[in-house]
């Protein structure tokens, strides 16, 4: 049972335009949400969050929105650079004492350039 | 500052062998973690220690798996015997406390189970 989605394995995008990724959740308990980049041989490195309380959250050329009412929520990059070139994870937070995080099963973003 | 350190970042062994991972958090970070990610998915939580004593470890196969963090610092992930599915990347995190949305994460130990 993934409580979070995402549905695309993998994106590619020109250099200098949008790169827009998705995610899913299915639990209404989640109240925080976080975006975490991932380069080969490395651990996932923070990138971006947003609280339940916000529909957006921008930070340079990342922003995240956040849609409760369709459980979604979207990073977009703009403009994107080849080093963006990364897989993404969406992670989920809320319920418990503990604010574990549920990850999505990533997107691997290519900036081509 | 030092990231998190974790060895050895590959392992190659055989199912019903035993292996152990190692992991350093972060100078002053009271909560470690230790994620499971099998290829193509996401990090899965395996047991989350509060300094060091044990928050959860709901979703740690104890039959097989154990894991200890004396001192509250460094932690050891220990699988006996091991499984061809236990064939992973295992991350180890840590945060100040519980704050989720600054978990730092270390490189990650590659297991091959053959």
């Given at each position: 049972d993934q409580q979070v989605k995402q549905n695309s394995p993998s994106l590619s995008?020109?250099?200098?335009?949008?790169?827009?990724?998705?995610?899913?959740?299915?639990?209404?308990?989640?109240?925080?949400?976080?975006?975490y980049k991932k380069y080969p041989a490395e651990g996932p490195t923070f990138l971006i969050s947003i609280s339940s309380i916000k529909d957006k959250n921008e930070d340079g050329r990342f922003t995240v929105f956040l849609n409760k009412s369709a459980k979604h929520l979207s990073l977009h990059i703009v403009p994107s650079q080849p080093g963006d070139s990364a897989v993404y994870f969406c992670a989920a937070s809320g319920g418990g004492s503990a604010r574990q995080l549920t990850f999505g099963s990533g997107t691997q973003l290519t900036v081509l350039p | 500052?030092?990231?998190?350190?974790?060895?050895?970042?590959?392992?190659?062994?055989?199912?019903?062998?035993?292996?152990?991972?190692?992991?350093?958090?972060?100078?002053?970070?009271?909560?470690?973690?230790?994620?499971?990610?099998?290829?193509?998915?996401?990090?899965?939580?395996?047991?989350?220690?509060?300094?060091n004593g044990v928050v959860d470890d709901s979703q740690?196969?104890?039959?097989?798996?154990?894991?200890?963090?004396?001192?509250?610092?460094?932690?050891?992930?220990?699988?006996?015997?091991?499984?061809?599915e236990d064939s992973a990347v295992y991350l180890c995190a840590s945060s100040l406390r519980d704050s989720y949305n600054e978990q730092f994460f270390g490189p990650g130990t590659r297991l091959t189970v053959l």
């Open positions: 995008v020109q250099e200098g335009r949008i790169s827009i990724l998705n995610c899913d959740y299915t639990n209404s308990m989640f109240d925080y949400f976080l975006w | 500052e030092a990231g998190v350190a974790q060895s050895p970042r590959y392992k190659i062994i055989e199912k019903r062998q035993s292996v152990a991972f190692w992991c350093n958090p972060i100078s002053g970070h009271a909560t470690l973690y230790w994620y499971q990610q099998i290829l193509g998915q996401g990090p899965k939580l395996l047991i989350q220690f509060q300094n740690l196969p104890k039959d097989r798996f154990s894991a200890e963090r004396l001192k509250g610092v460094d932690s050891t992930l220990k699988i006996q015997p091991a499984k061809l």
